[in-house]
């Protein structure tokens, strides 16, 4: 079984910074992409950045400049350093990742959210 936690959520002014961060467990034999993607109610869940096992990185346009994806492969752990927050990045932050298993099949799994709330 594969889990994948999200942490690091919470209540910050605009223009502040925030660090969330996706921790992946279970039966892994290597994570190959990993997504960060937003909700908010009401509209479909956007994909905000992603990176390869590489490092090779990938943003919205919305947060090109703003946020920083990474990843450290030996803690099977990925983060996104959100600076310069809006109010528009107000969502419920999600991880995705390809996992290639023990079992030799690659699958697509979701952490449960982390709120984020940019509001004074």
């Known amino acids: 079984q594969v889990q994948l936690v999200e942490s690091g959520g919470g209540l910050v002014q605009p223009g502040g910074s925030l660090r969330v961060a996706c921790a992946v467990s279970?039966?892994?034999?290597?994570?190959?992409?990993m997504y960060w993607y937003r909700q908010t109610p009401g509209k479909q869940r956007e994909l905000v950045a992603s990176i390869t096992r590489g490092g090779n990185t990938n943003y919205a346009d919305s947060v090109k400049g703003r946020f920083t994806v990474s990843r450290d492969n030996a803690k099977k752990t990925m983060y996104l350093q959100m600076n310069s927050l809006e109010p528009e990045d107000t969502a419920v932050y999600y991880c995705?990742?390809?996992?290639?298993?023990?079992?030799?099949?690659?699958?697509?799994?979701w952490g449960q959210g982390t709120p984020v709330t940019v509001s004074s």
């Open positions: 279970g039966s892994i034999f290597r994570i190959d992409n």
């Open positions: 995705n990742a390809d996992v290639f298993g023990l079992n030799l099949q690659t699958r697509n799994y």
